[in-house]
Nanobody, 123 residues
Framework: QVRLVESGGGLVQAGGSLRLSCAASGSPLSNFAMGWFRQAPGKEREFVAGINWSSGHTIYDDSVKGRFTISRDNGKSTVYLQMNSLKPEDTAVYYC????????????????WGQGTQVTVSS
């Protein structure tokens, strides 16, 4: 069983930056892929970025490519999402998720989820 706890959300002006953290516990992550998703009010949960824990391979949704960076710290069992040049349309609850093996972009493929952290970008 893997427990995920997100932190780092908040209110920021457009053009600003935030760094989200997701601390994992309960199981080694060497065989895991981790993803960040977001869900805005009235919209479906969508993929933002993913990372394969062992290889460090990353993928991004086109809407965040060049602005967001996903990374992980093996020693701290923590995955990060550095968000730069934030836009009002990035406003959403951001979720960390985990699954075995490869990165997937569909939420239904992930077994473990955090509680979410709110990110609000004002114009």
């Amino acid at each position: 069983q893997v427990r995920l706890v997100e932190s780092g959300g908040g209110l920021v002006q457009a053009g600003g930056s935030l760094r989200l953290s997701c601390a994992a516990s309960g199981s080694p992550l060497s065989n895991f892929a981790m993803g960040w998703f977001r869900q805005a009010p009235g919209k479906e949960r969508e993929f933002v970025a993913g990372i394969n824990w062992s290889s460090g391979h990353t993928i991004y949704d086109d809407s965040v490519k060049g602005r967001f960076t996903i990374s992980r710290d093996n020693g701290k069992s923590t995955v990060y999402l550095q968000m730069n040049s934030l836009k009002p349309e990035d406003t959403a609850v951001y979720y960390c998720a985990g699954r075995l093996w490869s990165i997937a972009t569909a939420p239904s493929f992930y077994n473990y989820w955090g509680q979410g952290t709110q990110v609000t970008v004002s114009s």
